[in-house]
T-cell receptor, first 113, second 113 residues
Framework: GQQLNQSPQSMFIQEGEDVSMNCTSS?????WLWYKQDPGEGPVLLIA?????ELTSNGRLTAQFGITRKDSFLNISASIPSDVGIYFC?????????????FGKGTLLTVNP | KAGVTQTPRYLIKTRGQQVTLSCSPI?????VSWYQQTPGQGLQFLFE???????NKGNFPGRFSGRQFSNSRSEMNVSTLELGDSALYLC????????????FGEGSRLTVL
């Protein structure tokens, strides 16, 4: 089945630093999504990407849909303590009977004030 | 607009028992998905329902089942609980059929003793 490789598994950074994480797949996706999960909460959608090569920003977050449709990255600029959490990438293919997301294993981000 | 609501938030069961979890999607969303989240396996797709029909199912044993009602509310049931069923069970509703944009509830934390 489809698998997503997300890296790094964890990051420990200082407040103010920029962060980059990425996701690669063995097969293509039509949509890439990035979620953040805080402890004890469900994942929250940050950014959705629909077109290969697309670069989308949401505040200090920027994500790109790889041109091969097999990868995506997420950047966080000028990190702050509330950025702490687990970030997940997810891939989706619309149509047919595939109404599910395939998730990466997540990147645990710790921000030191 | 109210988000996805899951009940109960926490529950403790013993091996062999069964459990039913409930989910109310965002108003107007007709697709409901269920995911299991564990530290070792990450987010794993269980099943997805639309208009009371299961459209897609993940690789879980038959002990895991679900259903959807005419008002789009959904329940999932796990019978003959095993220790390995301890997990966070997340329900999500889909914004649109081709978006892949899932909106998650806060989850139901199941502990099996």
């Amino acid at each position: 089945g489809q698998q997503l490789n997300q890296s790094p598994q964890s990051m420990f950074i200082q407040e103010g630093e920029d962060v980059s994480m990425n996701c690669t797949s063995s097969s293509i996706f039509n949509t890439w999504l990035w979620y953040k999960q805080d402890p004890g909460e469900g994942p929250v959608l940050l950014i959705a990407l629909y077109k290969a090569g697309e670069l989308t920003s949401n505040g200090r977050l920027t994500a790109q849909f790889g041109i091969t449709r097999k990868d995506s990255f997420l950047n966080i600029s000028a990190s702050i303590p509330s950025d702490v959490g687990i970030y997940f990438c997810a891939g989706h293919n619309s149509g047919g009977s595939n109404y599910k997301l395939t998730f990466g294993k997540g990147t645990l981000l710790t921000v030191n004030p | 607009k109210a988000g996805v609501t899951q009940t109960p938030r926490y529950l403790i069961k013993t091996r062999g028992q069964q459990v039913t979890l409930s989910c109310s999607p965002i108003s107007g969303h007709r697709s409901v998905s269920w995911y299991q989240q564990t530290p070792g396996q990450g987010l794993q797709f269980l099943f997805e329902y639309f208009s009371e029909t299961q459209r897609n199912k993940g690789n879980f044993p038959g002990r895991f089942s679900g259903r959807q009602f005419s008002n789009s509310r959904s329940e999932m049931n796990v019978s003959t609980l095993e220790l390995g069923d301890s997990a966070l069970y997340l329900c999500a509703s889909l914004r649109g059929p081709n978006t892949g944009e899932l909106f998650f509830g806060e989850g139901s934390r199941l502990t099996v003793l």
